[in-house]
């Protein structure tokens, strides 16, 4: 049995082997052996949603092997490659991608299977780019679906449950240029009260919070730079104070803010890919998706929990995604607020409040991040993601016997 632990340490993999193949071949034949096998990418997800009872099959040993298609405005990437490296050989040839996440060390199966997303009032999450995917079925046979089946709306959210995907093909568009710029100690009710205003003030904002103070700490905004124009910066907004941060940065960690403009690949995800993410790892994390009508009730009702939540609390980040029509993502078919949590590393702490929060969060009928823990059950989900239903049994054609099935998918999804 392997012991080998997820990024943040709060979960041991209870595979019996982790296989470490280098080309989609040795994927196919790995897949046809194994009875049960999932994939495991980068370790990033805080729940069980990657293991299984049987093989682990990842996808590191893979080479990048970046395909730029110019005509298409597509890039195919191998699986297992992590965000930052895709950006980076992106930005060098002058292209770039509509959105990313906060860190990119994910890869981009891993991230796009889980519903991972960035910010911005009209980007949708990852997986909404995707055109592309080649993954390998249950019998080893390598299987390429694009945007003419009708399947890859259940399969850019596919939980890693119709295959190993080996390769994804993401649309891109011309490189561009990002400036951030922080504002701090707005009031949380000069925030509320304008909330749609805020979240659209930029191409990409990030919220970042504690619902027991009162004020935002941080607003973050990525502001897309057309044609070398940049706007004035104003020294005060929504009530906070621009933050000259540049004699804080860590260069080992955050990408450069302090309203420096910078090309989109060093300006969207907060950290760099040659540092340490977020608080290294040492942390857990949760996330809920409201739909926007109802973001600034939901914030209250977590304003509310300030006391219980704080003691526990690094940091919340609140963003914005675009409705989407892929079956599994939390955006499906609704504008949503995304509200997460960075917690300490408390674990009976955090899974105690769990049920707290999104018992204060029913109301509103939030999403949950697949890869972040949550208290839900199959009865909530099924009913919070109206094509569930037919995911299942979609999957079940491609995996008649289960073989990519788990324990995770068996909780939240009811039995293969």
């Known amino acids: 049995m392997s012991t080998t632990t997820n990024w943040a340490g709060n979960l041991a993999y209870g595979a019996e082997a982790i296989l470490q193949p ?3 071949a040795e994927v196919q034949e790995l897949v046809a052996r194994w009875p049960r096998v999932r994939a495991l990418g980068t370790r990033h997800s805080f729940t069980d949603i990657a293991d299984t009872p049987g093989a682990l099959v990842s996808l590191a040993g893979l080479d990048p092997d970046i395909r730029i298609d110019a005509a298409s405005m597509t890039v195919s990437v191998t699986g297992g490659t992590s965000f930052g490296i895709l950006i980076d050989e992106l930005q060098r040839h002058g292209f770039a991608l509509h959105n990313t996440g906060s860190l990119p060390h994910i890869s981009v199966a ?6 991972t997303h960035g910010s911005g009032d009209g980007n949708g999450i990852l997986s909404t780019a ?3 995917v080649e993954l390998v079925t249950a019998d080893g046979t390598l299987v390429r679906v694009d945007r003419s089946s009708d399947d890859l709306p259940a399969l850019a959210v596919g939980l890693g449950a119709f295959g190993i995907i080996t390769r994804v093909s993401l649309d891109i568009q011309p490189s561009y240029v990002v400036r951030q710029d922080v504002y701090r100690f707005a009031p949380w009710e000069t925030v509320l009260a304008q909330l749609d205003e805020v979240m659209a003030s930029a191409y990409s904002v990030s919220l970042l919070a504690d619902f027991a103070s009162p004020t935002v700490a941080q607003i973050w905004l990525k502001t897309r730079l057309a044609d070398g124009a940049e706007p004035p910066l104003a020294s005060a907004l929504f009530g906070g104070s621009w933050y000259d941060d540049a004699d804080e940065l860590n ?3 955050v990408n450069p803010r302090a309203s420096v403009p910078g090309p989109w690949s060093e300006r969207m995800p907060h950290f760099r890919l040659d540092g340490q993410p977020s608080n290294g790892g040492d942390e857990l994390q949760s996330e809920y998706y ?18 219980q939540i704080s003691p526990h609390l690094l940091i919340s980040e609140i963003r914005t995604a675009a409705a989407d029509a892929l079956w599994m993502s939390p955006a499906y078919e609704r504008d949503v607020l995304c509200i997460g949590f960075t917690w300490a590393k408390h674990p009976a702490e955090v899974a105690a409040l769990l049920p707290i929060i999104e018992e204060a969060l029913a109301p509103f009928a939030p999403r949950q991040h697949w890869g972040k823990l949550f208290h839900y059950g199959a009865d909530v989900i099924r009913e919070r993601f109206p094509r569930s239903t037919e995911f299942v049994a979609l999957q079940r054609e491609y995996d008649p016997h289960g073989k990519f099935w788990n324990p995770f998918l068996e909780r939240t999804l009811g039995p293969h």
Request: proline share 3%; charged share 20%.
């Open 290 to 307: 409201v739909a926007r009508e109802h973001g600034v009730e939901a914030l209250q009702a977590l304003r509310t929990l300030g006391a």
């Open 110 to 115: 891993g991230a796009t299977a889980t519903g």
């Open 130 to 132: 995707i055109a592309e």
């Open 251 to 253: 260069p080992e960690n």
């Open 22 to 24: 280098t080309t989609a």
